[in-house]
């Protein structure tokens, strides 16, 4: 609509790698802004959840006064985009997670922690992606961690070596690898042109 400001494009800014995911909205012309706090959380019409530390986010979340704010935006259907640790956040399960990390329950997925091994495990794999078309995404896996049950709401998007590395339900995107790192912008599109 003629005059109707952009969707504003949020990217939770806790810690983790919130920078390049940031340039990769604002490459695509999306007007994107760092969220730190409930009143940016609040100005925000689709979120994004970077990768990092889970256990970390989790307890800043809880510093900075979102925990709550955030859950009740996701309950209300706020499309987000979750990557890494920003699943394991959205899951509604974690295993091997510190007992006092909190789940957002945005998406009924299983997930264990870290369950490739430790960061030298870290590995890159071109995933087949179908709603993204060709060619194959590059994906980056840093201390991912594997999806152990998606449950039945949950549409699973790509997967690799039989798990699921990408999925999605009405409003939430997560994946377990860090797309802002493959240089592909395919997947930030797909987020922010998607009718959630
Ligand atoms: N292993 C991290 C965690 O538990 C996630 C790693 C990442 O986001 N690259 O949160």
Redesign the pocket.
């Not at 495990?121 to 152990?148: K, M, N, Q, T, Y």
């Given at each position: 609509m003629p005059g109707e400001s952009p969707v504003k494009v949020g990217v939770l800014a806790l810690q983790?790698?919130a920078d390049l995911h940031l340039s990769a909205l604002k490459e695509l012309g999306t007007a994107a802004v760092a969220v730190r706090g409930p009143r940016e959380l609040a100005d925000v019409g689709r979120l994004v959840i970077?990768?990092?530390?889970?256990?970390t986010?989790s307890k800043m979340l809880v510093a900075n006064d979102l925990l709550t704010p955030l859950k009740e935006r996701l309950a209300e259907g706020l499309p987000t985009l979750g990557?890494?640790?920003?699943m394991?956040l959205l899951a509604s399960e974690v295993v091997d997670?510190r007992k006092d990390q909190h789940c957002l329950g945005a998406i009924d997925l299983k997930v264990r922690?870290?369950a490739y091994g430790t960061q030298v495990d870290s590995f890159e794999a071109d995933l087949s992606v179908a709603v993204l078309g060709a060619p194959r995404f590059h994906g980056v896996f840093?201390?991912?961690?594997i999806v152990e049950h998606a449950g039945a709401g949950v549409e699973v998007l790509a997967s690799f070596q039989g798990r699921a590395v990408l999925c999605r339900n009405s409003n939430v995107l997560a994946s377990t690898f860090?797309p802002e790192l493959s240089g592909d912008l395919r997947l930030h599109r797909l987020f922010c042109e998607e009718e959630f």
């Amino acid at each position: 609509m003629p005059g109707e400001s952009p969707v504003k494009v949020g990217v939770l800014a806790l810690q983790g790698a919130a920078d390049l995911h940031l340039s990769a909205l604002k490459e695509l012309g999306t007007a994107a802004v760092a969220v730190r706090g409930p009143r940016e959380l609040a100005d925000v019409g689709r979120l994004v959840i970077p990768g990092g530390e889970s256990t970390t986010i989790s307890k800043m979340l809880v510093a900075n006064d979102l925990l709550t704010p955030l859950k009740e935006r996701l309950a209300e259907g706020l499309p987000t985009l979750g990557t890494c640790a920003g699943m394991i956040l959205l899951a509604s399960e974690v295993v091997d997670g510190r007992k006092d990390q909190h789940c957002l329950g945005a998406i009924d997925l299983k997930v264990r922690r870290n369950a490739y091994g430790t960061q030298v495990d870290s590995f890159e794999a071109d995933l087949s992606v179908a709603v993204l078309g060709a060619p194959r995404f590059h994906g980056v896996f840093i201390r991912s961690p594997i999806v152990e049950h998606a449950g039945a709401g949950v549409e699973v998007l790509a997967s690799f070596q039989g798990r699921a590395v990408l999925c999605r339900n009405s409003n939430v995107l997560a994946s377990t690898f860090h797309p802002e790192l493959s240089g592909d912008l395919r997947l930030h599109r797909l987020f922010c042109e998607e009718e959630f």
